[in-house]
């Protein structure tokens, strides 16, 4: 048995911490600054040289026009993006914490020269954008049936604590399908929370799932308020606002309540 520490397991729709580092970039406001303070404490002695000064103002105009190069294909990838779903890193602005999501491109806007993506309710950058899925592609080459077997990441409709019905993103193992209304339903994990993915709402399949089909090990609280370790199969996460959970054995545990995962 292979012991997988948590803090490796990398997931790209799990919540997660980590330090984001400030990226210092050298614009074109910068480099024209740094030519005119250049030029006003030159030595009126030694002034600087006019070849010297006409090559720095052609590299102004050469990386002004690879900025606004840069820029517009921005812009076109983003607007290519709309009514598809991605997957994004998103910055809660409350806690600082580092969340990866999925949901549907709705609109794209630009605000002070910056490419922004609505999504539901968030406004992502274009560079936390990080996977593109369209699920009729998806639909066009993989049958419902094929898919037994395989991990699938999808979205479905269920009411949270407040009994408001909301999108919620679910990954896991397909156990079988299941036709209502003529229609194909995926299966994914056992018991009273056994979850039915429409077909049509399959955004992505999972090659390397992280966690779904390995044994996890969680320290819980009962409605008492005393600890107690759950041990399991992990049958598929649940990912909502209110947080990503984990189904195993019958219950729903918390990520971060996760001590180890393990190989089974």
């Known amino acids: 048995m292979n012991r997988v520490n948590l803090a490796t397991a990398d997931s ?7 330090d ?25 002695l030694n002034p600087m040289d006019n070849q010297e000064m006409m090559a720095q103002l052609a590299q102004f105009s050469a990386l002004e026009q690879m900025t606004n190069v840069a820029q517009t294909v921005e812009k076109q990838f ?15 602005p409350d806690t600082g914490q580092i969340q990866y999501l999925m949901g549907k491109v709705d609109y794209v806007k630009i605000n002070s020269g910056e490419t922004l993506i609505g999504i ?22 993989t049958s419902a049936f094929e898919l037994i077997g395989r991990t699938v990441q999808g979205m479905v409709k269920q009411k949270n604590s407040q009994q408001k019905e909301e999108d919620v993103i679910v990954e896991g193992e397909v156990l079988g399908v299941r036709m209502k209304d003529e229609k194909p339903y995926l299966i994914i994990g056992t018991g009273k929370d056994q979850v039915e993915v429409d077909f049509n709402n399959v955004q992505n399949i999972v090659d390397k799932p992280t966690i779904t089909g390995r044994m996890i090990t969680a320290t819980i609280k009962d409605i008492d308020g005393t600890e107690k370790v759950v041990q399991g199969v992990a049958e598929y996460i649940k990912i ?3 947080g990503t959970y984990v189904y195993v054995g019958g219950q729903f545990v918390e990520f971060e309540a996760i001590q180890t995962i393990t190989n089974q």
Do not use: C, W
């Open 120 to 141: 539901g309710d968030k406004e992502v950058k274009v560079k936390d954008v990080k996977q593109v899925v369209d699920p009729s592609v998806i639909q066009a080459n």
């Open 12 to 18: 790209d729709y799990l919540k997660v911490t980590s």
């Open 20 to 44: 984001r580092a400030t990226k210092q970039e050298l614009d074109k406001d910068a480099f024209m600054n740094l030519l005119i303070t250049q030029m006003r404490y030159q030595d009126p």
């Open 78 to 92: 983003a607007n290519g993006m709309i009514g598809k779903h991605v997957s994004y890193e998103y910055a809660d």
């Open 240 to 242: 909502s606002k209110e």
